[in-house]
């Protein structure tokens, strides 16, 4: 099968390290990355398909239909059973590359086969439906106004209003800051959406202001709006999980969050870390009642896309956050745009709970990767591969350095330790796990990278042989 027999490790670890890539929105690193993959085996499919992916959400919809349609043709000699999957998927990326060349008609074609392949494809149907003939509108009645998009969060600079929502955010945030000074304090915005509590914490005195979110074109679109209206503001906005923040701030707010959280344990526990002992974390919580004498609970609530919302009562929320703050106190409710219940908490004076930094070696195939991915996705650990550093670093090195044995480790056991010290010192306060085979005996670097993580503030070092 010649997909089978172009797949090499070399191109695995490569297509592995783009994904990492992609999920920390590095797009320009994974498209390199990519290319680097396909030159060595220019039959692989998949890298073909992760290129044209990468390419369209960088914008570059022609070079991703050729990365697309390069897939195809090579996906259709495989001889395994779920090939009609994976070439559904790129008729719907096809689709979308089409669609934003404006070609409609070729677009609605792909839709089609993706359709075909992939019944249940949602977003391909609903591409579909856009692009069919429209029946003819009705006249509009007399005075009738047009209609405008209304998004969440409603945006005023200086009385002007640069962004409809549905919540009056400046409100919100003047109930959210009643009684507490932001003048030259860090702030912490997590889920920002617009930015409008990042400017509005700014205004207010704040010294410097981090926007955190998990979407990027939220990110995109919050840091055109701080260029076009206040380039001059201390604020920056960053991608990244509420449970993997890292840094120190005065006051955190966790507006409209908690009932969004899949990991609550995990984020309130890295909130905790990040509070300065006299900071402040301020939250709303969507709550069922406000009867402190029913039990602790949980209710499910439908949610969006499927999900279910976890709403408790005061109870089990107080309970929940008197887990990892000494002082939870409740206050009036908040501004909402759908009437919900959402209540003001205040909590203060964290407690202690301290990073760990487990460190992983052994063997080849002797199980650190698996383990790592497990700290990573069941405990909230921040992952780092070393077989990943030591790819971005050969991908770049002079070939005279890094094919010769001495001048290869020469060159490449200093680049390794400073690109620890660097990661490592973006990642203060939060659990972090470090797997690879060079921290094996014979390479003696084991101990200088847990001096590393000692200089950089972790005192819980596991080091873990497999």
Same mark, same amino acid.
Not at 27 to 52: D, M, Q, R, T, V
Not at 276 to 296: E, I, K, Q
């Given at each position: 099968?010649?997909?089978?027999?172009?797949?090499?490790?070399?191109?695995?670890?490569?297509?592995?390290?783009?994904?990492?890539?992609?999920?920390?929105?590095?797009?320009?690193?994974? +498209?390199?990355?990519? @290319?680097?993959?396909?030159?060595?085996?220019?039959?692989?499919? *998949?890298?073909?398909?992760?290129?044209? &992916?990468? =390419?369209?959400?960088?914008?570059?919809?022609?070079?991703?239909?050729?990365?697309?349609? +390069?897939?195809?043709?090579?996906?259709? &000699?495989?001889?395994? *059973?779920?090939?009609?999957?994976?070439?559904?998927?790129?008729?719907?990326?096809?689709?979308?590359?089409? =669609?934003?060349?404006?070609?409609?008609?070729?677009?609605?074609?792909?839709?089609?086969?993706?359709?075909?392949?992939?019944?249940?494809?949602?977003?391909?149907?609903?591409?579909?439906?856009? *692009?069919?003939?429209?029946?003819?509108?009705?006249?509009?009645?007399?005075?009738?106004?047009?209609?405008?998009?209304?998004?969440?969060?409603?945006?005023?600079?200086?009385?002007?209003?640069?962004?409809?929502?549905? =919540?009056?955010?400046?409100?919100?945030?003047?109930?959210?800051?009643?009684?507490?000074?932001?003048?030259?304090?860090?702030?912490?915005?997590?889920?920002?959406? %617009?930015?409008?509590?990042?400017?509005?914490?700014?205004?207010?005195?704040?010294?410097?202001?981090?926007?955190?979110?998990?979407?990027?074109?939220?990110?995109?679109?919050? #840091?055109?709006?701080?260029?076009?209206?206040?380039?001059? %503001?201390?604020?920056?906005?960053?991608?990244?999980?509420?449970?993997?923040?890292?840094?120190?701030?005065?006051?955190?707010?966790?507006?409209?969050?908690? $009932?969004?959280?899949?990991?609550?344990?995990?984020?309130?526990?890295?909130?905790?870390?990040?509070?300065?002992?006299?900071?402040?974390?301020?939250?709303?919580?969507?709550?069922?009642?406000?009867?402190?004498?029913?039990?602790?609970?949980?209710?499910?609530?439908?949610?969006?896309?499927?999900?279910?919302?976890?709403?408790?009562?005061?109870?089990?929320?107080?309970? $929940?956050?008197?887990?990892?703050?000494?002082?939870?106190?409740?206050?009036?409710?908040?501004?909402?745009?759908?009437?919900?219940?959402?209540?003001?908490?205040?909590?203060?004076?964290?407690?202690?709970?301290?990073?760990?930094?487990?460190?992983?070696?052994?063997?080849?195939?002797?199980?650190?990767?698996?383990? %790592?991915?497990?700290?990573?996705?069941?405990?909230?650990?921040?992952?780092?591969?070393?077989?990943?550093?030591?790819?971005?670093?050969?991908?770049?090195?002079?070939?005279?350095?890094?094919?010769?044995? +001495?001048?290869?480790?020469?060159?490449?056991?200093?680049?390794?330790?400073?690109?620890?010290?660097?990661?490592?010192?973006?990642?203060?306060?939060?659990?972090?796990?470090? #797997?690879?085979?060079?921290?094996?005996?014979?390479?003696?670097?084991?101990?200088?990278?847990?001096?590393?993580?000692?200089?950089?503030?972790? #005192?819980?070092?596991? @080091?873990?042989?497999?």
């Amino acid at each position: 099968m010649r997909e089978a027999t172009t797949h090499t490790k070399t191109c695995q670890r490569l297509l592995g390290l783009a994904s990492e890539r992609v999920k920390n929105n590095d797009l320009e690193a994974a +498209k390199e990355i990519l @290319e680097a993959a396909i030159s060595l085996s220019p039959e692989n499919s *998949l890298a073909h398909y992760h290129l044209g &992916s990468v =390419l369209k959400r960088l914008g570059h919809s022609e070079r991703g239909l050729e990365q697309f349609k +390069k897939a195809e043709e090579i996906a259709k &000699s495989w001889l395994v *059973l779920d090939v009609d999957t994976f070439l559904g998927g790129i008729y719907f990326h096809q689709g979308e590359c089409l =669609l934003k060349l404006g070609k409609k008609e070729l677009a609605a074609s792909s839709f089609k086969k993706c359709n075909s392949l992939i019944p249940n494809h949602a977003k391909s149907a609903e591409h579909l439906r856009s *692009l069919s003939p429209k029946p003819s509108p009705k006249p509009a009645a007399p005075n009738a106004q047009p209609s405008q998009d209304v998004g969440y969060q409603r945006f005023v600079i200086d009385g002007k209003e640069i962004l409809k929502g549905q =919540l009056d955010t400046l409100k919100k945030f003047e109930q959210m800051t009643q009684g507490i000074d932001l003048k030259g304090k860090r702030v912490l915005d997590i889920g920002f959406r %617009a930015g409008a509590m990042c400017y509005y914490a700014w205004k207010a005195g704040a010294a410097s202001v981090l926007g955190m979110d998990i979407e990027r074109d939220l990110r995109i679109e919050a #840091e055109k709006r701080k260029e076009q209206y206040f380039p001059e %503001a201390p604020i920056s906005f960053g991608i990244c999980k509420a449970s993997r923040i890292p840094g120190q701030y005065d006051v955190i707010f966790a507006s409209a969050l908690f $009932h969004w959280l899949e990991d609550t344990d995990i984020t309130l526990r890295q909130m905790a870390r990040v509070l300065h002992p006299d900071g402040v974390f301020l939250l709303d919580v969507w709550v069922t009642d406000s009867d402190m004498r029913n039990p602790p609970i949980y209710s499910p609530r439908p949610g969006h896309a499927g999900r279910v919302h976890w709403i408790p009562n005061q109870r089990a929320i107080r309970l $929940h956050l008197s887990q990892f703050f000494e002082k939870v106190e409740f206050g009036e409710l908040v501004e909402t745009p759908n009437n919900t219940d959402r209540r003001l908490i205040q909590c203060r004076e964290p407690k202690p709970h301290p990073t760990q930094a487990i460190v992983i070696y052994g063997d080849p195939n002797a199980g650190k990767t698996t383990m %790592a991915y497990a700290l990573e996705y069941g405990r909230g650990f921040d992952r780092l591969s070393l077989d990943d550093v030591f790819c971005t670093w050969y991908f770049h090195a002079p070939s005279d350095i890094r094919d010769v044995g +001495k001048l290869k480790d020469a060159a490449y056991k200093p680049y390794e330790l400073e690109f620890i010290n660097q990661w490592a010192a973006s990642r203060t306060n939060t659990d972090i796990v470090i #797997e690879g085979g060079r921290l094996r005996d014979s390479y003696n670097q084991r101990d200088k990278v847990t001096e590393i993580l000692r200089n950089q503030g972790w #005192e819980n070092i596991l @080091e873990v042989g497999l």
